[in-house]
């Protein structure tokens, strides 16, 4: 017991110590177009505990303190991601603009726009369903269901937010506690 409660003690001195952001990841509800993409949201706790995020970013635009940490937008195939990282600046011609509601769900609703010299997406929310309103690549999205130079638009889905490491380990260290208490009350009934 005394071994647990110090690795109890050691997960919540590493948990309140990390570098919490809050990750939120595109689940895709329907089988409308663009299929299969990829998306995910870091925040900074900050941004996320004043409820709201509105930015606008441009080539060569680096704003540490903006409240996002990361984007990641890719769709299936040739066209490659559209990526921001608090770290670095946007590339020439990248734009990302968004308006997004942290909701007491754990999912977003808003609105944003990104794209780079290659891809573009631009989504909307009632609530927080979100909705594809423009996806489109010169490197053509066939893979995602699109047809060569057209929009492909109507896909839906939520951002729902990712568990952090830390909360995932102080869970799991939760549960190893439970199951070897269980046990250890068996070995004693079975005496």
Not at 95 to 106: G, H, Q, T
Request: proline share 4%.
């Amino acid at each position: 017991m005394k071994k647990l409660i110090a690795c109890a003690i050691a997960a919540l001195s590493f948990h309140a110590n990390s570098q919490a952001n809050v990750v939120y990841e595109w689940q895709g509800n329907n089988d409308a177009t663009p299929y299969n993409i990829k998306m995910r949201m870091e925040f900074s706790d900050a941004a996320f505990d004043a409820g709201r995020l509105t930015l606008k970013m441009r080539e060569n635009d680096f704003d540490p303190e903006a409240g996002l940490v990361n984007f990641y937008y890719k769709a299936p195939g040739k066209p490659r991601p559209i990526t921001y990282a608090r770290d670095h600046a946007f590339g020439e011609g990248d734009l990302l603009e968004m308006d997004i509601v942290f909701l007491d769900d754990l999912t977003l609703s808003g609105s944003f726009k990104a794209f780079n010299f290659e891809s573009h997406i631009f989504m909307a929310s009632a609530s927080n369903l979100f909705t594809v309103t423009y996806a489109n690549s010169d490197a053509t999205m066939i893979d995602a269901g699109c047809a060569p130079s057209s929009n492909c638009a109507g896909g839906t889905g939520v951002f729902r937010q990712v568990p952090e490491p830390g909360s995932i380990a102080l869970m799991s260290l939760g549960l190893l506690g439970v199951a070897r208490h269980a046990r250890s009350k068996r070995k004693k009934g079975a005496v």
